[in-house]
């Protein structure tokens, strides 16, 4: 790879990491056909971008970038391959369902929201972070309990008023 193809692969990668807060790095080496094929059909479906990335232009990229990834670059040893969500969990969920047949893919790290996550025993957190979503139907839920109550509450009344 020459000087200018790096130049404009970093600049790729730069532009591909700007504004996005969702960034998991995982270890896919080991996998084979069927199961790469089932990683990449899997993130297609929850609107996940995957790219293997070469490290070394990957951490420039980070390095350059308005973000600040902490210790991100450290983890960025043999195979890497980088998914981008808009989902926070949407990754971890992938990552812990593929690992039902085996021990690949392994997360190394992930960026979420400023929060930085390293190592892969950081899965299962992961994959417990509500979405943006998830935490909105909760929140109305909570909202919608209390009125319920008093609705249900006010339709017993006027019930045992009506059997007097």
Do not use: H, W
């Amino acid at each position: 790879m020459t000087r200018e193809e790096k130049s404009i692969a970093i600049e790729n990668l730069t532009a591909q990491l700007a504004g996005v807060n969702v960034i998991y790095l995982a270890d896919t080496s080991g996998l084979d056909a069927a199961s790469t094929s089932d990683l990449r059909r899997a993130c297609f479906k929850a609107n996940i971008k995957l790219e293997v990335v070469k490290n070394t232009l990957l951490a420039k990229a980070m390095e350059v970038s308005d973000l600040d990834y902490g210790d991100l670059p450290s983890v960025l040893k043999g195979n890497t391959a980088i998914m981008i969500s808009d989902t926070a969990n949407a990754p971890a969920k992938i990552i812990k369902d593929l690992r039902k047949k085996g021990t690949k893919p392994t997360l190394k790290g992930a960026y979420i929201n400023t929060e930085i996550y390293i190592g892969d025993d950081q899965l299962d957190a992961l994959v417990t972070i509500k979405s943006k979503e998830e935490l909105i139907g909760e929140l109305i839920g909570l909202l919608q309990s209390p009125a319920q109550r008093v609705i249900a509450a006010l339709q017993n009344q006027n019930k045992e008023e009506v059997a007097q």
